[in-house]
RNA sequence: GACCCCAUCGUCUAGCCUGGUCUAGGACAAGAGCUUUUCAAGCUCUCGACACGGGUUCAAAUCCCGUUGGGGUCGCCA
């Protein structure tokens, strides 16, 4: 009952729209328009309409309309009414037949009709941008209905804006040139002119318009890639529109509060993914992990580490717990947590190279012997043995580290050691320790090409000492300038704060002996 | 080309309306350090901008004009 009251005083009640049209995905600018609208209404008590654009029927698709719709769901932007503008061409053809009897508009050879656009100025004020004032003259008469007795976007626009009451048009800037076309519609059909907002356009990396070049544009495709709806909305949210007193990360209910269309910005902006990831990983940190574990179990099925039918909850949930604080996307968890899941362990290139430099199976043997007198196989425990382990064989402890971290993850990276050990389980860590040493035994080809390597670095060295007694002989100082002595000032400079050693070379040097 | 819009660190922005408090604040990124079993995270620090030129004014990032640069639109697409 209130619903009708609401219409009869509507007057005063905002009502604004967003107008997508089903000719392709709901993408960034588009969800960003979106949002504005959502936000403003919902800052006033409005409505928020939604209105399918569907008038070129060649190109519209339901699978368009589908994925937008699931798109603005998926964000959790509620609209209040819909229309579709498909299901509307007879009034459309009624308003233009009425510009036809006032004589205002004629119709061509072909039978479409065609509104006459006469010498004036149009000033329109826009909400965001102040007064923008345009010359009739430079504007060509207006198409109303097509040869296809289709409407044409500028009249359906504005039929539909003035008969479902919408308050105020926001949407992208590159319809501000739209706006004297469609005032002069409303002028003439004698309907009011409703409020203009023209957000500023979201650019890409290079400055150009968002394309495909420049990154992911579809809203679905974020979905694809593991970021939370919350996120991408902070995210869209930040393009144009500050929050204030600092505020980076803030909640959606927060925002409602603060939101003005005044203080909206005028330039465009540039999409830029760091600080997505940023905001997302902020996200995904605070979020709780029970929630989280829901949203990853799909696609831990769909990477078949878990089955549809019967898995397990309670397990996934501290696997999450661990890999929370560092991942950016829920696509980062599934990248970084497989090993837990599946007990084919697949080794990263590097981390294979890696392993293979240094064979510990004797290491490695006591340390699966003092794993095995562990009755409670948690992380202090598993600590404790560890550091004792590492102590007797005088060994420094990320020397034995990152050997074990590989073996049971396959990556050089990850969570703390013993707690992934600890999740991983006694048994588990086990057999991946056992497999390891396997991997050594029938690998003894990483041997020899160590000892390869070493003859071959001693050989040159005499080589080129023997070279360089020679020069010297011959030349005064100055040097030659080989490749062989280049190399070996990379080695000799170790020490040296010029020289950029990376730290898999330096890992490999502390390493190698 | 015509018309329109825009202009603060590499990027997102605060400040601009209502000039002084701005030797311009925050965030992302980058760099350095701390921490550390790795990578992250976290913490600390560093680098880094009022596009340019004229006005107005005692005083301009803030107001005005111009220039330059960028963007948008010029469809019987939306």
Redesign the pocket.
Known sequence: MSRGMNISNGASAIRVRF???P?GFLHIGGARTALFNWLYAKHTGGKFILRI????LE?SKKEYLDEILDSLTWLAMDWDEVYY?SQRFNIYREYADKLLKKGMAYT???G?I?FKVGAEKIKINDII???????SE?I?DQ?LI???K?????F?CVIDDALLGITHVLRG??????TPKQVVLYEALGFKVPYFA?L??I?GKD???LSKRTGATAISDYRKLGYLPEALTNYLL?????P?G?Q?VVDIAEVIKKFEL??I??????F?M??L??LN??YI?KADAAHLTELLIPRLIERGFIKKENFNRDGILPVVKLFQ??I?TLTDFVNWADFVFSDKVKFDEEAHKKFLERNLSKEFSLLLERFAQITDFNHTAI?EKFREVVKELGMK??DL??PV?IALSGK????????TMALLGKNKVKERLMMAKELWKNAPEARLKCLMWLSILFFSASLFSGCAMVRMLKETMGGPKSTISDESKDVSQEGSEDNPVT?ADKWIRDNWW
């Open positions: 107008a997508p049209s000719t654009e569907d008038t070129d190109r503008q061509a050879e072909n479409a065609i941008r102040g007064e923008i004032e345009f010359d430079l060509k198409v097509k040869e296809d289709s409407p044409t976007y500028n359906a800037d590159d319809h501000i040139s739209n023209h500023p356009l650019l400055g150009g318009r930040l393009l144009g529109f500050s204030g600092n980076e005044k203080n910005n005028k330039a465009a902006a540039v830029d760091d600080k990831n940023w990983a902020q940190k604080g560092r950016s600590e402890a990320g580290v990152h971290r050089t990276i990850g969570p703390g050691l013993f707690e730290k």
